[in-house]
């Protein structure tokens, strides 16, 4: 009886062996229908059969492991599928099991970037452990963050307070990407003492959970500023909190801030906030934009006009659209061709006399962008006036290029 026992074993140990060494055999492969039949049958293997394949892991540059690498990658992903739920949880033991007893850093994170398929809170307490670890935080933390449960955001609200280097990093942004409120109080403590690159990412987090308290933070730096560019580039997070504000729902604070910069940054070396101010105003507030933007077109920096009118060029209705064309009949020259150009981009087959009549106007410049703005519009009209235009031998080059 002995004797029976031990042959049935091996002869169950030689099949398992064989199925692994057969499902090696046939990876890589592109083929998805054969890859899902495949992982159907490593999963069947249950743990005995994984660990074969993961003992197979390897270190970079130590051996050839794309085989074990790629069939663990896959089977993490077919079994995140909907109505695995059992194989899931298989996997997701094993592949705990196995980070934790790897011994190489690099074989934990890959391990690490394959529990980020399958992570349930079953997962949380091994991933938190890694919160201080500076080589393989990040893994982790991407993985808390991609299980988004209260015990994910608990761990990473827990970790932060002592975190430092690489670790007081991934843990500042992700307070920003899970929507910790509750981590401004420490943000901002951190804030004071942080390197130059921890306060560019402990503000950023502060603007995207814009709560009140993270507003007074990122006003004072703004405003220490002097409303200019500076290393931690806090303006710029001022206005992303403005745009955070508006995405939430609350107009009025958002506009509070948008009104704010408007004021402060007027000059060339704070126009990039301006204008980005005026993105946020024209994203959450559209046509009731226009006046501000027509206004804004008498900037005398080059760059910044462009910026406005790339703003403009999103508002298409009918009213708008007459706004600029009477604006571009009051303007001159360069700002002119300007809003010609803006105009042609939007391609207004409605206003082929508009453009026809800026073929005649006396700045070259002009003339070329209405040209090009009637060869982008797709109507016999168009085409004969250039024709016509290209009769009376003006930007004949220009025309004929159209």
Known sequence: MVGFSLNGSAQINRTVNTKVADALSQVPTRDENRLNALMSEVVDLKEEGLALIAAKVVPPGTGDDVAPRFILASLSKYVSGFGRDAEKQLVEKFLLKVMQEASDKDVKAFY??????????????????????????????????????????????????????????????????????????????????????????????????????????????????????????????????????????????????????????????????????????????????????????????????????????????VAAVRQWENLSKKVTGERRAEVVSMLGRMACSGKLDYFTAMMSDPSERVRVEAINALAGIPDEQAVKSLEDHLLLGQDAVETANA
């Open 112 to 317: 690490l970037s394959q529990i980020y398929f399958v992570a349930t809170d079953q997962s949380v307490a091994s991933l938190a452990a890694l919160l201080t670890d500076e080589k393989l935080v990040d893994a982790a933390v991407k993985d808390l963050l991609a299980l988004d449960t209260p015990a994910s955001k608990e761990a990473l609200l827990k970790a932060l307070p002592g975190s430092k280097g690489i670790a007081e990093l991934a843990l500042a942004k992700a307070a920003g990407e899970a929507g910790l409120q509750q981590a401004v109080p420490e943000l901002t403590k951190k804030l004071n003492g942080a390197d130059v690159k921890a306060q560019k990412v402990m503000l950023w987090s502060l603007a995207q959970l814009a709560t009140r308290e993270a507003g007074v933070v990122l006003t004072d730096r703004a405003t220490k500023a002097k409303f200019a560019y500076e290393p931690t580039n806090a303006v710029f997070d001022w206005v992303a909190y403005a745009e955070k504000l508006a995405s939430k729902g609350d107009l009025a604070g958002s506009d509070k801030v948008i009104g704010a910069l408007l004021i402060n940054c007027k000059e060339a070396n704070q126009l990039q906030y301006r204008a980005a101010a005026l993105a946020v105003k024209v994203k959450f507030w559209g046509s009731e934009t226009l006046p501000l933007l027509l206004k804004e077109v008498d900037n005398p920096d080059k760059a910044y006009r462009a910026g406005v009118l790339n703003l403009a060029a999103k508002m298409k209705d």
